[in-house]
């Protein structure tokens, strides 16, 4: 007759080495210098998708606010004709002429102005976030927003 040694209950051993697996990564990631961000908001993963999408109400309080540049997308006539206050026109059917990246140029008055180079090295460091209106320049219009042009 054979005898079988006595069979020990394995799951609690997979449990405890799953625990202890979880948080060495946990640690390690703690402590690395560029570690994964572990709570963020994920839904705005593109910049470009339906994601991206900005509410009027939002908008509207980011221009009162001041703190946002409006980009509009229109061809220079339709832009002429009537736009947001203190938005910029860039046709979309220019923006992808040339085959590197976009560069935002800053400027002002003269060689010894010193704001343009402050402001790229801001821009820089909080990073440019890109979003859009859904209904365009008639939803901003329909929600109140202001208009300058012809």
């Known amino acids: 007759m054979i005898f079988l040694p006595k069979?020990?209950?394995i799951l609690p051993e997979v449990f405890a080495l799953l625990?202890?697996?979880v948080a060495l990564a946990l640690t390690v990631n703690l402590?690395?210098?560029h570690g994964l961000p572990l709570f963020q908001n994920w839904t705005q993963t593109s910049s470009t998708g339906e994601d991206a999408a900005l509410d009027m109400e939002t908008a509207l309080a980011l221009?009162?606010?001041g703190d946002v540049?409006?980009?509009d997308a229109r061809s220079f006539s339709e832009y002429s004709s009537a736009h947001i206050p203190g938005a910029a026109n860039l046709p979309v059917e220019t923006a992808g002429d040339g085959d590197g990246?976009?560069?935002v140029v800053t400027y002002c008055g003269n060689e010894i102005c010193a704001k343009?180079?402050?402001l790229a090295e801001i821009l820089e460091t909080r990073g440019l976030r890109f979003v859009f209106l859904?209904?365009?320049i008639s939803g901003w219009l329909s929600s109140g927003g202001p208009l300058e042009g012809k």
């Open 7 to 9: 069979r020990r209950p």
């Open 116 to 118: 343009a180079k402050e």
């Open 63 to 65: 221009h009162a606010d």
């Open 134 to 136: 859904p209904d365009g």
């Open 19 to 21: 625990l202890l697996a």
């Open 101 to 103: 990246p976009l560069v």
């Open 31 to 33: 402590i690395r210098p």
């Open 69 to 71: 540049l409006f980009l």
